[in-house]
């Protein structure tokens, strides 16, 4: 089904991405397109599903699962990240923690996430942290363009099981989130602004929760777009973790109708 906006969510999500461009610096890539001319596009998609109430725990994967740049679907990453530096030295996450993590996530703050993965340790304490989680196709940015973090569908399916069900496989023998940590992040992903909740929420059944974050991403060498979404949504009474991943869209908006006939066609 191709994306339309009415006029008035056109102006929303407008304003929300002239918001976001102050604070892209991490990011290192929303800048207006080259003077020189941007190469077609040719956009790539790539899909996982896990149906956390049927009797499987391998994710369906649609397309290559090969590696794309993250943007700011990482900065669940990055929280959960937080979150077991936290459990290690047993407290909860600080005022100040807070105040980064819940706009990261709800309004994907670009300098909230700054703060954080400074916090973390950048690339490195990412690493860590998803070895813990199983995450093993994952290679944070450098330095601090934690946008630049690639990632795989398959392995963000692993984050969303431990964020959503509790079952991360950790080779490491270490916990993942504990109980607490979990509801945390899923009351954020639950808070994401309307005009953020496009692209997985599609393949869910109306009326039903959505938790989620979204990734977009403008590059500067070609202009186009990189547009990903990954969360949870329920169909017949079934909750699926999905993960979509995208590169080489013309444009944000048909990036995001490429996700959202992707997810929706990944879990029907």
Do not use: C
């Not at 070895?131 to 601090?144: A, D, H, M, P, V």
């Amino acid at each position: 089904m191709p994306f339309h906006l009415s006029p008035a969510s056109a102006r929303s999500r407008a304003g929300v991405l002239l918001a976001s461009a102050a604070a892209l610096g991490s990011l290192g890539a929303l800048h207006p397109a080259p003077a020189a001319a941007a190469p077609a596009a040719s956009p790539h998609v790539t899909a996982a599903v896990l149906d956390l109430d049927g009797s499987g725990r391998t994710p369906v994967v649609h397309g290559t699962d090969s590696a794309y740049d993250t943007a700011s679907i990482v900065k669940v990453d990055i929280l959960a990240a937080l979150l077991l530096k936290a459990q290690d030295a047993g407290r909860q996450l600080t005022a100040e923690e807070r105040g980064h993590a819940e706009p990261m996530i709800e309004r994907s703050d670009n300098t909230a996430a700054d703060a954080l993965w400074r916090e973390i340790g950048q690339a490195s304490g990412l690493a860590a942290a998803n070895k813990r989680l199983g995450l093993t196709s994952t290679t944070g940015g450098s330095g601090g363009k934690w946008g630049l973090t690639r990632t795989t569908a398959s392995d963000q399916i692993r984050l969303l099981r431990d964020v959503f069900d509790g079952t991360a496989a950790s080779p490491s023998g270490f916990a993942g989130l504990n109980t607490r940590s979990r509801a945390y992040v899923r009351t954020l992903m639950g808070r994401v602004l309307p005009e953020q909740s496009w692209g997985v929420p599609a393949a869910g059944a109306s009326g039903t929760p959505r938790a989620l974050k979204n990734g977009w991403l403008q590059r500067t060498t070609t202009g186009l777009w990189d547009v990903n979404s990954i969360g949870q949504v329920t169909v017949k009474g079934h909750r699926y973790l999905v993960a979509v991943l995208s590169n080489g869209s013309a444009s944000m908006s048909t990036g995001v109708s490429l996700v959202e006939r992707t997810a929706r066609a990944a879990v029907a």
